[in-house]
């Protein structure tokens, strides 16, 4: 009975320090929906490109962020250190120095990405079709070029490096083509077909998509420090700034389809 008492406490101690089961990973591709189409091969303007990849830092520069009180994300503060270098030698042995290299965003914390389907309205093909006695088939066809520009929601010391920053995070979130401009040229055609019933008008919108991106982003003033062989990042005054930005999504429509007896 004794035995049996011991085995059952040793197994409730063996459950309760079991580690709960492992979070399931989330999932940060946005769903889009079906109102929402990919126009990359009939856009009449090839947009470019806007992929951004993490600037890998050299390994002097790695182990200087390592010896930083403030995380450092910024690609352009980062590929400057990289173009850093200080040469060790027997004369730096009593070397002290600071360097001011300025005051920069240092990183961005995303607090939300959601995407706005109907951000910009771009483009209106409409029929009557009040006269005829069988539907009327409509599809999308883009009446003049139009350029689609996001942007941040308030004004920031070297917003470029802001931007960058927050382009990147939501990229990374939302696993959509992203830019902060985009366009959508003329004649640029869809094939997908709304029906416009008899004594009725037909109007199909279209409509630039873009996400929200919201969060936090940290500035400080950045000094490399040299102490005889030693090398570091030193950061003060840190402050922290909320902002937000629209960042359109390139090279997608959304459409909204609208049947009147009246004109609008």
């Known amino acids: 009975m004794k035995l049996m008492r011991t085995i059952l406490i040793f197994l409730l101690i063996a459950l309760a320090a079991a580690p709960a089961g492992e979070a399931k990973p989330v999932n940060k591709q946005v769903k889009i929906p079906q109102s929402v189409l990919n126009i990359t091969k009939e856009n009449t303007y090839p947009n470019p490109s806007q992929d951004l990849p993490y600037l890998q830092p050299s390994d002097f520069t790695e182990k200087l962020l ?68 069988a539907n009327y088939k409509i599809h999308y066809v883009q009446e003049s070029q139009k350029v689609v520009r996001g942007g941040l929601t308030a004004k920031l010391p070297k917003s470029d490096d802001v931007k960058k920053m927050m382009l990147l995070k939501a990229m990374e979130n939302s696993n959509l083509p992203l830019a902060f401009d ?24 279209a409509y630039a998509p873009a996400v929200n991106e919201k969060g936090k982003v940290t500035y400080g003033e950045v000094y490399l420090v040299l102490k005889g062989t030693k090398r570091e990042i030193m950061v003060k005054n840190v402050t922290s700034h909320g902002i937000g930005a629209w960042i359109p999504i390139q090279d997608y429509v959304s459409f909204g389809f609208a049947v009147t007896e009246q004109p609008k």
């Open 66 to 133: 390592k010896t930083s009180n403030v995380k450092i994300e910024n690609p352009n503060l980062i590929r400057m250190l990289n173009e850093t270098s200080v040469n060790h030698s027997f004369l730096s042995l009593g070397l002290r120095a600071r360097i001011y290299l300025g005051e920069w965003p240092l990183n961005y914390e995303s607090n939300e990405t959601s995407p706005n389907w109907q951000y910009q309205k771009i483009n209106t093909n409409y029929f009557d079709n009040r006269g005829g006695n």
């Open 182 to 205: 985009t366009i959508i040229g003329a004649g640029t055609k869809k094939d997908h077909e709304y029906n416009i019933p008899p004594k009725r008008l037909g109007y199909l919108y």
